[in-house]
């Protein structure tokens, strides 16, 4: 369980405490194997990276090379060591012992990873760990809004994007930290609550910021018009880079939009089959991301449909892919070559 600190200032209508808490529930298919992918470093911390002694393998940090553990707790820890810089015997101080083994030592030496100060006479060396080996930054149970932003900017996000009338918008950089830290490059990302659609806007804007490829499925009840009011308007807005009244939001972010509303179909349809079909293309389309155009990509469900087809199979040169219904194959076998 994550909190969210998501207030910059309290409530002032609270009647006891202002609620400046929320919390994320993280669930893994399989926990044993899944690990949350690490953060990487923002600006802040990157500028403690630097490269006072000219090193060319670029810019690092240093971190202490002892430990707090006595030499009775750890003697295998507790030997001495060389300044090379002053031939000086250096000796851990009496409650601590070194981080490393001797062997551990023996390579950081080798690689010269141990730094004795500007000067080269510091009590004893720092270690060296550079920028570019940096795997990421660990995930904390805590996400301030520093970081992530808080509920008063998210509404404000919503009003530049011209969405009004919606009072829990969650803020976009909590919802890129969430995929950031559960998802991958090609991700498809489901909100089954999707609100005032963040969760797209976190999507879009992550594909933009790293070149990736993540997909997002929005699904809402409508409940108050929430998706012809907001959900959808936002969307779009971020992808076109114009709001719904025709100002300029931004430049926009190329990507594909489609829309669609469920409808249902009783199981005791009498039948059931030709009740699905009839719904068949809008599930195609957004298994397959096309769109079933009748010239590149064609759609058969009915006898009349494969024998239009089959008579004048030349007017479509283009066909990139044919969906069939099963009974039709057998209609299509006349120009079958060309179907492969």
């Given at each position: 369980?994550?909190?969210?600190?998501?207030?910059?200032?309290?409530?002032?209508?609270?009647?006891?405490?202002?609620?400046?808490?929320?919390?994320?529930?993280?669930?893994?298919?399989?926990?044993?194997?899944?690990?949350?992918?690490?953060?990487?470093?923002?600006?802040?911390?990157?500028?403690?990276?630097?490269?006072?002694?000219?090193?060319?393998?670029?810019?690092?940090?240093?971190?202490?090379?002892?430990?707090?553990?006595?030499?009775?707790?750890?003697?295998?820890?507790?030997?001495?060591?060389?300044?090379?810089?002053?031939?000086?015997?250096?000796?851990?101080?009496?409650?601590?012992v070194w981080a490393y083994s001797k062997e551990q030592y023996a390579e950081h030496l080798k690689d010269n990873l141990l730094y004795w100060?500007?000067?080269?006479?510091?009590?004893?060396?720092?270690?060296?760990?550079?920028?570019?080996?940096?795997?990421?930054?660990?995930?904390?149970?805590?996400?301030?809004?520093?970081?992530?932003?808080?509920?008063?900017?998210?509404?404000?996000?919503?009003?530049?994007?011209?969405?009004?009338?919606?009072?829990?918008?969650?803020?976009?950089?909590?919802?890129?930290?969430?995929?950031?830290?559960?998802?991958?490059?090609?991700?498809?990302?489901?909100?089954?609550?999707?609100?005032?659609?963040?969760?797209?806007?976190?999507?879009?804007e992550l594909n933009q910021e790293d070149g990736g490829n993540r997909h997002f499925i929005l699904c809402t009840n409508n409940e108050n018009?929430?998706?012809?009011?907001?959900?959808?308007?936002?969307?779009?807005?971020?992808?076109?880079?114009?709001?719904?009244?025709?100002?300029?939001?931004?430049?926009?972010?190329?990507?594909?939009?489609?829309?669609?509303?469920?409808?249902?179909?009783?199981?005791?349809?009498?039948?059931?089959?030709?009740?699905?079909?009839?719904?068949?293309?809008?599930?195609?389309?957004?298994?397959?991301?096309?769109?079933?155009?009748?010239?590149?990509?064609?759609?058969?469900?009915?006898?009349?449909?494969?024998?239009?087809?089959?008579?004048?199979?030349?007017?479509?040169?283009?066909?990139?892919?044919?969906?069939?219904?099963?009974?039709?194959?057998?209609?299509?076998?006349?120009?079958?070559?060309?179907?492969?």
């Amino acid at each position: 369980m994550l909190s969210w600190f998501k207030k910059a200032s309290p409530s002032n209508d609270a009647q006891f405490f202002s609620n400046d808490i929320e919390y994320i529930l993280v669930y893994a298919k399989n926990k044993q194997v899944w690990r949350p992918n690490r953060l990487p470093l923002n600006e802040k911390q990157k500028k403690y990276y630097k490269n006072p002694d000219n090193d060319p393998r670029g810019d690092w940090n240093s971190a202490t090379y002892t430990c707090n553990k006595t030499n009775q707790q750890r003697p295998s820890l507790y030997y001495p060591i060389v300044n090379p810089n002053t031939g000086e015997e250096v000796w851990p101080k009496e409650t601590a012992v070194w981080a490393y083994s001797k062997e551990q030592y023996a390579e950081h030496l080798k690689d010269n990873l141990l730094y004795w100060g500007a000067d080269g006479k510091s009590r004893y060396p720092r270690f060296k760990k550079f920028l570019s080996n940096h795997q990421g930054v660990v995930n904390r149970t805590l996400l301030h809004y520093d970081d992530v932003g808080h509920t008063q900017g998210a509404s404000m996000e919503l009003k530049k994007l011209g969405i009004r009338g919606f009072e829990t918008p969650k803020p976009v950089r909590l919802i890129e930290r969430v995929i950031r830290i559960a998802g991958r490059p090609n991700s498809i990302v489901l909100d089954c609550f999707a609100g005032s659609g963040t969760t797209a806007q976190a999507v879009l804007e992550l594909n933009q910021e790293d070149g990736g490829n993540r997909h997002f499925i929005l699904c809402t009840n409508n409940e108050n018009n929430i998706c012809e009011n907001a959900t959808y308007p936002r969307v779009k807005t971020v992808i076109t880079g114009i709001r719904s009244d025709g100002s300029k939001y931004s430049d926009g972010i190329p990507a594909n939009l489609k829309y669609y509303k469920t409808d249902f179909v009783a199981r005791k349809e009498e039948y059931l089959s030709d009740a699905l079909l009839q719904h068949i293309t809008e599930m195609i389309q957004l298994e397959n991301g096309i769109n079933l155009d009748g010239k590149n990509y064609l759609m058969i469900l009915t006898d009349e449909q494969a024998d239009e087809l089959s008579a004048h199979w030349s007017q479509y040169p283009n066909i990139k892919a044919i969906y069939l219904n099963s009974n039709q194959v057998g209609r299509l076998s006349a120009v079958g070559q060309n179907l492969s």
